[in-house]
C-alpha cells in the first residue's frame, strides 16, 4: 500500500508562487521511481481537472491553463513530487491533489481513473 500525502498549500495575493510537495510513504525510492505521478485540482463547483503530470523517466505534461506556470518535478530518492506554481491567479484557486499510478508507462495520464494512489488534498486559495 502507498499512501500520498501532498502539503504546501495555502493563501497567497494574485502573481504570487507556491510549491507543493507530494510524497508517497508505503514504496521505496528504487520503487517509487518506476511511478508516474500526476496533479490534479478541483475548484468549487467543478470537475476535477488535470493540472501536471510526470513519469519515470522525468518528461512531464501540463494542462493548457498553467502551462509556461507551473513546473512539475521529482526527487526519487525523497519519493516525492513538487508542483512549483508561479504568476498565481484567482482561477487556480482549488483543492490540488496528487495521484500516483504503478503502471510501468511512458504515457502521462491525463485520466483520474488510471491513478492508483490519491492524497487528500491540499488547498490553494489564491486572492485578487
Known amino acids: 500500500q502507498v499512501y500520498v500525502v501532498e502539503s504546501g498549500g495555502g493563501l497567497v495575493q494574485a502573481g504570487g508562487s507556491l510549491r507543493l510537495s507530494c510524497t508517497a510513504s508505503?514504496?521505496?525510492?528504487?520503487?517509487?521511481?518506476?511511478?508516474?505521478v500526476g496533479w490534479f485540482r478541483q475548484a468549487p463547483g467543478k470537475e476535477r481537472e488535470f493540472v501536471a503530470g510526470?513519469?519515470?523517466?522525468?518528461?512531464?505534461t501540463y494542462a493548457t491553463s498553467v502551462k509556461g506556470r507551473f513546473t512539475i518535478s521529482r526527487d526519487n530518492a525523497k519519493t516525492t513530487s513538487y508542483l512549483q506554481m508561479n504568476s498565481l491567479d484567482p482561477e487556480d484557486t482549488a483543492v490540488y491533489y496528487c495521484?500516483?499510478?504503478?503502471?510501468?508507462?511512458?504515457?502521462?495520464?491525463?485520466?483520474?481513473?488510471?491513478?492508483?494512489?490519491w492524497g487528500q488534498g491540499t488547498q490553494v486559495t489564491v486572492s485578487s
Open positions: 495521484a500516483v499510478e504503478r503502471r510501468y508507462t511512458r504515457t502521462i495520464a491525463t485520466d483520474g481513473s488510471q491513478y492508483d494512489y
Open positions: 508505503g514504496a521505496s525510492g528504487n520503487t517509487f521511481r518506476n511511478y508516474n
Open positions: 510526470i513519469n519515470w523517466n522525468g518528461d512531464s
